[in-house]
């Protein structure tokens, strides 16, 4: 794909999406006019608009207007009537990822794929460079917290994107960076079975450029099997002693960790974090493997990481009040599950209360035991309807069902609930020293923001709820 010209106009469907908002945001920054259209309003949507996007709400072929290219991603219909208007005029329609590629042309491409850890790994990647004065450009899957976006044009030679292995589309990019976090069982909709998972990060390794470096998690065995066939430089990573970059004596005190990093066999340094969990040990290994090879200082990589805050959405803490914490969470495959309730357990709470909403009917259809088997590491299990993210139900597979799976492995609570019904049930289930958790890449973030505003709400003097009651527009029902 050629490079992208300035002051082209860009028409996005779907433009309120994490990744299509990074990619908007971007093409403002270079001085292209944006439009797009998108169902429902929301923070990528205000904020796009903020800086010059003409956004609008719901799709009409004359939203399409007097565009040069029109762009969708895989969660956009393909009936869908934008899409249709820009097929009947013969505007050049686009990929998100194809768009991505295009803008990294030019630039020294470092991208970060895997099942998991992907994000996280991205934007520590993003915070390095940048703390580095290499004035990256960005586009990153999450908003790191303490900032209001996910992309940001720099003047530096790198250009640092998370690219998406769901539907196949991270094979579009040739980067001279490869980091790879892992590879698991993930987005079956799409590949349906282990073969054609396999084959896809076969053919993205191989598409690293021969003078770059695959960057990969030698903890993964499925992962090392495929890089034995890498034709470029390979860099592993991971907790396990094999790996060229570890990590030993690892520490965890709440929300901090630290741990010893070896490169090579040799002492490299003692890293800190403010993020919790093994897993952002190992995410943290990637982005020192990295900042080794673009020959980084290594008290700037530690410096970077030990201020780095993590990502909105990523074990974010919603709310603390009365020694009772809501955190949010987008883990929504058994293994971040795992992962993230791993971290939970290290907060050293009373009780862990896992919230769930699962994501996707294929993904509960071929995951169930799996996910039910994750969610045992809690308490107090609470169980919401699917998300479905555009797929049609599947016969049988259902949030009761889940939660009957979840059952039969833990004698702990477990029950199934409405989305409206579950603010009430946690104020009158928890306690100091509880960790509420919620998980799930849908729409569970808002039922974490209605639970800490009730538990607030509820802790008020009540002439105090009186009064802010009546003040609002729209009161909590608790």
């Known amino acids: 794909?050629?490079?992208?010209?300035?002051?082209?106009?860009?028409?996005?469907?779907?433009?309120?999406?994490?990744?299509?908002?990074?990619?908007?945001?971007?093409?403002?920054?270079?001085?292209?006019?944006?439009?797009?259209?998108?169902?429902?309003?929301?923070?990528?949507?205000?904020?796009?608009?903020?800086?010059?996007?003409?956004?609008?709400?719901?799709?009409?072929?004359?939203?399409?207007?007097?565009?040069?290219?029109?762009?969708?991603?895989?969660?956009?219909?393909?009936?869908?009537?934008?899409?249709?208007?820009?097929?009947?005029?013969?505007?050049?329609?686009?990929?998100?990822?194809?768009?991505?590629?295009?803008?990294?042309?030019?630039?020294?491409?470092?991208?970060?794929?895997?099942?998991?850890?992907?994000?996280?790994?991205?934007?520590?990647?993003?915070?390095?460079?940048?703390?580095?004065?290499?004035?990256?450009?960005?586009?990153?899957?999450?908003?790191?917290?303490?900032?209001?976006?996910?992309?940001r044009l720099g003047a530096g030679e790198y250009f640092v994107a998370e690219v998406d292995e769901s539907d196949g589309s991270f094979l579009y990019f040739s980067?001279?960076?490869?980091?790879?976090?892992?590879?698991?069982?993930?987005?079956?909709?799409?590949?349906?079975?282990?073969?054609?998972?396999?084959?896809?990060?076969?053919?993205?390794?191989?598409?690293?450029?021969?003078?770059?470096?695959?960057?990969?998690?030698?903890?993964?065995?499925?992962?090392?099997?495929?890089?034995?066939?890498?034709?470029?430089?390979?860099?592993?990573?991971g907790l396990a002693s094999h790996n060229k970059t570890m990590a030993e004596n690892c520490r965890f005190d709440q929300w901090s960790s630290s741990f010893d990093c070896l490169m090579d066999g040799k002492y490299w340094g003692k890293v800190e974090l403010i993020v919790p969990g093994r897993h952002n040990i190992v995410n943290a290994l990637a982005c020192i493997t990295l900042g080794v090879h673009l020959s980084i200082p290594p008290e700037m990589i530690r410096r970077s990481l030990a201020k780095y805050r993590g990502v909105q959405r990523r074990f974010q803490i919603k709310e603390n009040i009365d020694d009772i914490w809501v955190v949010d969470d987008y883990a929504h495959h058994p293994t971040e599950i795992k992962a993230t309730l791993a971290a939970a357990r290290l907060m050293n709470r009373k009780r862990v209360i896992a919230?769930?909403?699962?994501?996707?009917?294929?993904?509960?259809?071929?995951?169930?035991?799996?996910?039910?088997?994750?969610?045992?590491?809690?308490?107090?299990?609470?169980?919401?309807?699917?998300?479905?993210?555009?797929?049609?139900?599947?016969k049988g597979v259902t949030a009761e069902r889940l939660k009957e799976h979840i059952q039969k492995l833990t004698a702990n609570p477990v029950v199934y609930l409405k989305k409206e019904d579950i603010t009430g049930y946690v104020l009158n289930i928890v306690r100091p020293g509880d960790l509420v958790m919620m998980l799930g890449a849908g729409d569970i973030t808002h039922i974490a923001d209605a639970l800490g505003l009730a538990l607030r709400e509820s802790r008020k003097p009540q002439t105090e709820r009186d009064t802010v009651s009546q003040e609002k527009t729209h009161p909590i029902i608790l």
């Open 355 to 394: 919230v769930f909403q699962p994501h996707r009917y294929s993904r509960v259809q071929y995951l169930m035991q799996e996910m039910a088997e994750s969610l045992t590491n809690s308490d107090h299990v609470i169980v919401t309807d699917i998300y479905a993210a555009s797929e049609p139900p599947v």
């Open 175 to 237: 980067p001279r960076y490869s980091v790879i976090t892992n590879i698991d069982f993930e987005h079956v909709d799409y590949f349906h079975n282990w073969d054609n998972i396999l084959e896809a990060y076969r053919r993205f390794i191989h598409q690293t450029e021969r003078a770059g470096v695959v960057i990969a998690c030698g903890d993964d065995p499925r992962l090392s099997s495929l890089l034995k066939e890498c034709r470029s430089a390979v860099h592993t990573y």
């Open 1 to 151: 794909m050629r490079p992208v010209k300035i002051k082209q106009h860009y028409h996005f469907v779907g433009i309120g999406g994490i990744g299509m908002g990074a990619l908007a945001a971007l093409l403002l920054q270079k001085g292209c006019r944006v439009t797009g259209s998108d169902i429902r309003e929301n923070q990528i949507v205000l904020n796009l608009q903020g800086q010059g996007a003409e956004i609008h709400i719901g799709h009409d072929p004359r939203h399409v207007g007097t565009a040069d290219f029109v762009v969708f991603s895989s969660a956009i219909k393909k009936d869908n009537p934008e899409l249709a208007e820009a097929k009947r005029r013969a505007i050049p329609i686009l990929q998100r990822a194809q768009l991505l590629a295009g803008l990294m042309q030019g630039h020294t491409g470092i991208t970060v794929a895997g099942a998991h850890g992907k994000t996280t790994t991205t934007s520590m990647i993003s915070s390095l460079l940048t703390e580095a004065g290499l004035h990256p450009t960005t586009a990153i899957g999450g908003i790191i917290n303490g900032t209001s976006s996910n992309a």
